[in-house]
């Protein structure tokens, strides 16, 4: 690949990163970080385990979270802290 587009490619992936990065807390406003309570493959971010979205390998996994609205999360048998 050309050294010219690379660069071009590379730099587009961060504005389009940051986009969605920048756009994360208004549409979380109203929502909890609910640990131990995502099924394998649906979890809603990152941990020590993996570096995205979906990608939890097993249930419940308490270091994975999913988002929740605002106050649900122990309800649904959750944490709001990773255990």
Known sequence: ???????????????IA???LASMPAAAADKDQCF?????GQNDCKNAAHA????SK???????????PAGTCQKMGGHTKPM
Request: aromatic share 6%; charged share 20%; proline share 5%.
């Open 18 to 20: 940051f986009g969605a």
């Open 58 to 68: 097993m249930d419940k996994d308490p270091a994975d979270f999913k988002l929740v």
């Open 36 to 40: 131990g309570i995502a099924k394998a």
């Open 1 to 15: 690949m050309n050294p010219n587009k690379t660069l071009i490619a590379s730099a587009l992936g961060a504005v």
């Open 52 to 55: 995205c979205a979906g990608q």
